[in-house]
């Protein structure tokens, strides 16, 4: 290509731009890379701050993490071999101070703490620490901010008072907890004891951190793995937090499909638009060619304008892109901006390009019918015609699988997008044609503008079709995260009664209950059910020992491994139906164990199987009396295992209690924490809220994406109207010869947009509906009724954007007169 | 490269068509839309080819500027055989010698009355494209339109873009086909006016292909196909 060519290919794609001939597949592209590169720039700096942070995750280069204090022989044989050493425990504990009590999360540390990474204050002067000298505790940011504590404050952990030293501004092996919303204490391991936090049931995590040289620290792994014992586990960094690691990936996987189908959609409009463009070129083509033009000039020209035109979209959407991604780190605020690296804009490069490809595979074949174009069409329109040709090729298709598995990177799962979205597009497209067949049947005949708009779409079947699914998955994916959630969430409140349970408190003392139940009736309150919690480890089913290894599952290998946390009672809650067995009456003078049914199904236990529990060292075994079902969404006190009384009223116990306190009551249940300073109150509302405000913030994040999807249907909608707008000015403009007014013509094309918006919030209606009854009734349990506006939303949507999207065509068909139109079309 | 012909005698035609015959498969048969066509166009006339609808005067158009081959005989353009040429040498010869005015005046949309007048020139290489565009557009009367689309020009107003789109190239040799088709009487005029001077003052050969009686009078030369056959001529 000489420079003069490919001036004249750029001159020849401004002048296309500025006539607005190329405008669709320009946006359609800018989108596409937009919402590939905001979603990979997002999920990458994701990705590398796992990375980054995974060596710092443990602040050490293996640990043994423990639900019970770790056997001293690995911390002796560790010292032996030469290790530096380090432990930390990790409890939930109420803090007390001036203003009241909070629920924190306390971590003891002992000297030589973060033996990795560092531990970084920023307050009262910036700098990195280890482990806060005894007496002293540092806190985190958000502590400061709920309590409103100072620096210098008293701070009462237990029966210990501490002084807030520090404001900690970076802990190593916290800094994935990118979830975590309780605040943060950390003290010295040597002041635990006095705190009395630690006492029978308290539920404590060990880690005993050990950093060395990597063959010493490989050695002692391989010493140390087959003496481990049962709730021991050994990490490295590649054992890191798990599903932590799981959560992001499925996340990431998630934020890409949702970018897959905003890409999938826009590729369609730049088929459509290709298309049309080409169709709109023959005539140009034709007369440069009998201009002169020779075929591989044509080509060269306009392959150039495309590639120039795929570059310019391409780095419009990366600049979009990257501006997305800011907008998601933005939205999803300190769930994960601490610690962040900065974005890979190498990545944009790379997104641009594939942009580029994909589009490039859409529009070589349609473009390389310009270069075959009969020069004789200047005189004999009908030649070289693309009306029989098909919308998109099998290269394209293969581009855009290609794409797809790029995204995900992972066969399966790009698998399942890629059938995923074929099902909704064959779901969409099934409905609508049913829909158009049905409209075609109506008994009634209504005016010439509804009549002749229904013609239009059926004789455009595929167009329309096309025009619906867009539309629709669009729709589709906005409704339900927005209508639907909030459905929802309103069913799920509703079922949860005003007065549920909003407090639990837990590490009562045997001694404590008195205490407290005559604090609750001085105070008015209805005294609680409180229930004994002991915990315990299953240990074998039938005589089989448990192992760990044998279950594949991850929720079974996680129940098989913890502690459980067991109850006895002599009569079973009366709110949690049997399901198979016998309950046992007060009087009965056999042992047996009440299991809920998902934990027996998740770990195969049936009635009758005798389980052996280590409760403190000691084996406490019964057959399986009955399965029961539990509602976990009630908010009272539940167990997984309860016991017959005889089996475990001997075994000493923490004692639990749930109760709702009304807002005017905290000053009385922030006295009862500073009498009684080991209870934890939990406030579910406040959890509730922080679980409501972190999906709140990732729904935004996916909304976000999701709009983008509906951008890029808005796109394919204008692409398909303005490939049939040449037509339908000709046909407006016979029709008008014929003696239609301007209203009737209008009427025509309104009955024609409003059944595609009509038809497209239809089947978008009916998706999320579906989807929004699959998730209540299947996943929540709760009935379903869709709110009268899910109809009105959807079909007023629908009908809404797509008279947004064809106004302009509206406009243009009423405004040339039906002579020049004519004259025009030749 | 083209053969030069600059200083070739006046009197050897730049067009000429030998045995020119065009049949088209129709069904099982081959349909005879041109048969033994011979013509001879010296350079500087003015040849109109008339004859009903369906006679075969947009094809003989069409053969003899090289947008389509025959079936048999052969047309010489200024001395090179067309049908000899490939698609490309076909392209390459219309850049430098022909030009073309259309019924349906064949503007491309998306250009500007300059940019299309500009775009003969621009394809041949010619650097000095916009001048001489503008020049031209001048010439035709429209030198305050420059930057109107096609859309935005009356019918006139187009058919006189492409003339000057035709003229700009200097071509040896215009080819039109009714030119005046899609005009009202007096703008028809007025573009048969404008033609034909802007022929006589450049000297170039001019072969129209019309139905207009009046139109076709004001040529040196008539021809009428009839059934795809050379029936009459007349001077």
Known sequence: ?826 | MLPNHSFQDPRTPILQVSGLGKQVPFADQQLTILANINLAIAPAESLAIVGASGSGKSTLLGLMAGLDLPSAGSVMIDGVDLTRLSEDGRAALRAHKVGFVFQSFQLVPALTALENVMLPLELAGKPEARSIAGDWLQRVGLGQRLQHYPKQLSGGEQQRVALARAFAGSPKILFADEPTGNLDFATGRQISDLLFSLNRQLGTTLVLVTHDQQLAARCGRQIRLHGGELVTETS
């Open chain 1, 1 to 826: 290509m000489n420079p003069a060519s490919l001036r004249f290919a750029v001159r020849m794609l401004w002048r296309d731009l500025r006539a607005g001939e190329l405008l669709a597949v320009f946006v359609a592209l800018v989108i596409a890379v937009a919402a590939l590169s905001g979603v990979n720039l997002f999920a990458d700096r994701i990705q590398r701050a796992l990375k980054i942070h995974a060596a710092e995750l443990l602040a050490a280069n293996l640990l043994i993490n423990s639900d019970h204090p770790v056997p001293q022989h690995f911390a002796d044989e560790a010292r032996r071999r030469g290790l530096r050493l380090a432990e930390t425990r990790v409890f939930s504990s109420m803090a007390l101070h001036a203003q009241g009590a909070q629920l924190v999360t306390a971590k003891a540390v002992s000297a030589g703490y973060p033996l990795l990474g560092e531990l970084q204050l920023a307050a009262p002067a910036q700098h990195a620490a280890g482990a806060p000298p005894p007496g002293q505790v540092w806190v985190d940011a958000r502590m400061l901010q709920r309590s409103g504590l100072r620096i210098g404050q008293t701070l009462q952990l237990g029966n210990s008072q501490f002084t807030v030293a520090g404001v900690v501004s970076r802990e190593p092996d916290a800094a994935l907890d990118l979830f975590s919303f309780v605040p943060r204490v950390l003290l010295n391991v040597v002041d635990l004891p006095a705190t009395g936090l630690i006492t029978q049931g308290s539920r404590v995590r060990y880690r005993l951190q050990m950093a060395g040289p990597a063959q010493e620290i490989a050695d002692y792994r391989r010493w140390a793995e087959p003496k481990l014992g049962r709730g021991e586990r050994i990490e490295d960094i590649s054992d890191a937090r798990p599903e932590v690691r799981s959560a992001m990936h499925k996340a990431q996987r998630f934020l890409g499909l949702a970018s897959m189908v905003a890409v999938a959609l826009a590729v369609i409009a730049i088929a459509l638009a290709t298309r049309r463009y080409v169709q709109r070129h023959l005539d140009s083509a034709a007369i440069m060619r009998c201009l002169g033009a020779s075929q591989s000039q044509l080509w060269r020209i306009y392959l150039w304008q495309f590639l120039l035109l795929a570059l310019v979209a391409g780095l419009v959407g990366a600049i979009a892109g990257a501006l997305m991604q800011m907008l998601l780190v933005n939205m999803l605020g300190s769930l994960v901006n601490a610690g962040l690296p900065s974005p890979a804009y190498g990545l944009l490069l790379q997104t641009v390009l594939l942009g580029m490809a994909t589009m490039l595979a859409f529009a070589v074949p349609p473009l390389w019918l310009l270069r075959d174009v009969p020069t004789l069409r200047v005189l004999r329109r009908d030649l070289g015609d693309l009306s029989r040709r098909g919308y998109v090729n099998g290269l394209a298709w293969l581009a855009l699988a290609g794409l797809l598995y790029w995204q995900v990177a992972d066969a399966s799962v790009a698998m399942y997008g890629i059938a995923g979205f074929a099902v909704a597009a064959l779901l969409a497209l099934v409905l609508g044609w049913l829909m158009l067949q049905l409209l075609r049947r109506l008994p009634w005949q209504p005016g010439l503008g509804w009549r002749y708009g229904l013609a239009n779409l059926q004789r455009r079947q595929m167009l329309t079709l096309i025009q619906i699914l867009s539309l629709s998955l669009g729709l589709m994916a906005l409704l339900v995260l927005t209508l639907v959630r909030a459905e929802l969430l309103q069913a799920w409140r509703q079922s949860v009664p005003a007065d549920a349970p909003n407090r639990f408190i837990i590490n009562i003392q045997n001694h404590q209950l008195p205490v407290l139940q005559q604090q609750f009736a001085n105070a008015g309150l209805p005294v609680p059910e409180f229930f004994p919690m002991i915990r315990g480890r299953l240990l074998s089913i039938n005589g089989k020992p448990i192992d760990v290894a044998r279950y594949s599952e991850e929720r079974a290998r996680n129940l098989a491994e913890r502690e459980f946390n067991l109850s006895w009672m002599s009569r079973l809650p009366g709110d949690q139906p049997l399901l198979a067995g016998k309950d046992w009456p007060a009087a009965t003078q056999s042992s047996g164990f009440s299991v809920e049914v998902g934990l027996a199904q998740t770990l195969g236990i049936r009635v009758g199987d005798r389980l052996v529990f280590d409760v403190a060292g000691t084996q406490v075994a019964a057959p399986v009396a009955n399965l029961r079902k539990v509602n976990w969404d009630n908010f009272r006190v539940n167990f997984f295992v309860i016991a017959t009384p005889d089996l475990l009223q001997q075994q000493s116990s923490g004692w639990i209690c749930s109760f709702h306190l009304p807002s005017s009551h905290q000053p009385w249940m922030d006295g009862v924490v500073r009498q009684l300073p080991n209870l934890s109150v939990i406030d579910v509302s406040l959890i509730l809220r922080e679980v409501q405000g972190i999906i709140e913030r990732v729904v935004q994040a996916v909304q976000f994406v999701f709009l983008l999807t509906l951008l890029a249907g808005m796109i394919v909608l204008h692409a398909a109207l303005a490939a049939t707008q040449d037509e339908r000015l000709r046909e407006s403009a016979i029709l008008r010869t014929l003696g239609a007014s301007r209203r009737q013509i209008l009427m025509v094309m309104l009955a024609e947009y409003a059944l595609i918006g009509a038809l497209s919030g239809m089947v978008a209606m009916l998706g999320a509906g579906g989807l929004g009854w699959a998730l209540s009734v299947k996943l929540l349990e709760l009935p379903y009724s869709p709110s009268l506006w899910l109809p009105v939303v959807a079909l007023g949507g629908g009908v809404l954007l797509v008279l947004l999207v064809g106004w302009r065509s509206i406009r243009q068909v009423l405004r040339v007169p039906p002579l020049k139109t004519l004259n025009q079309m030749g």
